[in-house]
């Protein structure tokens, strides 16, 4: 089975400040990685993606992840937020499961960034 | 290009009411389908998704179903909703590791 974990339910923090939102993953096959973004009253929208190669994967936005296969973790990070960052995060996770690709996600984390 | 249409946006049903919620994909054949219920303070959790006609799997047991008449609908039902059924609902589509989602929709039950 397969499942995804974020720690941070609710982060807070100032403009230009760093940010940094766990997530964990459990699956023992080979993972492609997400992060996706839902700002306020709009649809998902996708940050960054790990399929394979180099672990430190860019974003939009400024965002970058890095995955840790070691650590069966990818977390995302940005070195200065803005208040326009102020949404939920989800980190998800696709499995291959015998061919098929079903993508889990983490229960999210609320971001407010505060001017 | 390829596009996901969801409908209704909004839903407020009453307890015991059935439902249908359809979803429909252009510019893609054979897409992988699914739908996710995004709840308060519980993130996204896939429902069901779908490989082709016909074929559906049930990830949580509930109290709603699935359905793939064709290769690019694909519906979500219930025969009578529970208050729990309040959530949003999204539909999405995948191909080669890509996911789109649809714009969602948010059902009460009241």
């Known amino acids: 089975a397969q499942s995804v974990s974020q720690h941070n339910h609710h982060v807070i923090l100032s403009e230009a400040a760093s940010l940094e939102l766990g997530c964990n993953y459990s699956?023992?096959?080979?993972?492609?990685l997400f992060w996706y973004v839902q700002y306020p009253g709009q649809h998902l929208q996708l940050l960054l993606k790990?399929?394979?190669?180099?672990?430190l994967v860019k974003g939009i936005k400024g965002f970058e992840a890095e995955f840790i296969k070691s650590k069966f973790s990818f977390n995302l990070r940005k070195p200065s937020v803005q208040w326009s960052d102020t949404a939920e995060y989800f980190c998800?996770?696709?499995?291959?499961?015998?061919?098929?690709?079903?993508?889990?996600f983490g229960t999210g984390t609320r971001l407010l960034v505060s001017p | 290009s390829q596009t996901i249409h969801q409908w209704p946006a909004t839903l407020v049903q009453p307890v015991g009411s059935p439902l249908s919620l359809e979803c429909t994909v252009e510019?893609?054949?054979?897409?992988?389908l699914y739908w996710y219920r995004q709840a308060a303070g519980r993130g996204l959790q896939l429902l069901f998704y779908?490989?082709?006609?016909?074929?559906i799997s049930s990830e949580v047991p509930q109290n709603l179903s699935a359905s793939r008449p064709q290769d690019r609908q694909f519906i979500l039902s219930s025969k009578k909703l529970l208050l729990s059924d309040s959530g949003f609902y999204l539909c999405?589509?995948?191909?080669?590791?890509?996911?789109?989602f649809g714009s969602g929709t948010r059902l009460t039950v009241v």
């Open positions: 998800a996770l696709g499995g291959m499961n015998t061919g098929f690709q079903k993508l889990v």
């Open positions: 999405a589509w995948s191909s080669q590791g890509g996911y789109t």
């Open positions: 790990y399929f394979s190669g180099d672990p």
């Open positions: 510019g893609t054949s054979n897409p992988n």
């Open positions: 699956y023992g096959g080979t993972v492609n």
């Open positions: 779908s490989v082709g006609i016909g074929q």
